[in-house]
C-alpha cells in the first residue's frame, strides 16, 4: 500500500513558477512509475508528466514541454512538479500517481494522491 500527499499548491500570478511535491509511504516507492495529472473545472483529469522508476526517464504533455519539469529524490520518497512560466490555463487540481506498470494512462496507475490547488490569476 502506498499513501500520496501532495503539497505546494497555491494561488500565482501568470509567469510565475510553482514547484509542487509529492510524498509517499512505503518502503517500494522506488519501484513505481510516479505521474503527475490535473484536472481543471469542467474538464476531465489529463496527464502532465510522468518519471519512471529510476528517474532516468521523463515524459511530458505537449502543453507543458519546456516550462515543466518532473525528478524524484527516491531516498526521500518524493517526486517534483517544477513549473515555471505558468499560464491561466495551468488552473488545475494536480494531483500525483503511482505505477507499478510504467507510465501509460491513467488506468496504469494504482495510487493517487488528494490534489493540491494551483490557480494562476492573469
Known amino acids: 500500500q502506498v499513501q500520496l500527499v501532495e503539497s505546494g499548491g497555491r494561488l500565482v500570478q501568470a509567469g510565475d513558477s510553482l514547484r509542487l511535491s509529492c510524498v509517499a509511504s512505503?518502503?517500494?516507492?522506488?519501484?513505481?512509475?510516479m505521474g503527475w495529472f490535473r484536472q481543471a473545472p469542467g474538464k476531465e483529469r489529463e496527464f502532465v508528466a510522468a518519471?519512471?522508476?529510476?528517474?532516468?526517464?521523463?515524459y511530458y504533455t505537449d502543453s507543458v514541454k519546456g516550462r515543466f519539469t518532473i525528478s524524484r529524490f527516491n531516498v526521500k520518497n518524493a517526486v517534483y512538479l517544477q513549473m515555471n512560466s505558468l499560464k491561466a490555463e495551468d488552473t488545475a487540481i494536480y494531483y500525483c500517481?503511482?505505477?507499478?506498470?510504467?507510465?501509460?494512462?491513467?488506468?496504469?496507475?494504482?495510487?493517487w494522491g488528494q490534489g493540491t490547488q494551483v490557480t494562476v490569476s492573469s
Open positions: 518519471i519512471s522508476s529510476s528517474g532516468r526517464n521523463t
Open positions: 512505503g518502503r517500494t516507492f522506488s519501484t513505481y512509475s
Open positions: 500517481a503511482a505505477s507499478s506498470r510504467g507510465w501509460g494512462p491513467q488506468t496504469n496507475y494504482d495510487y
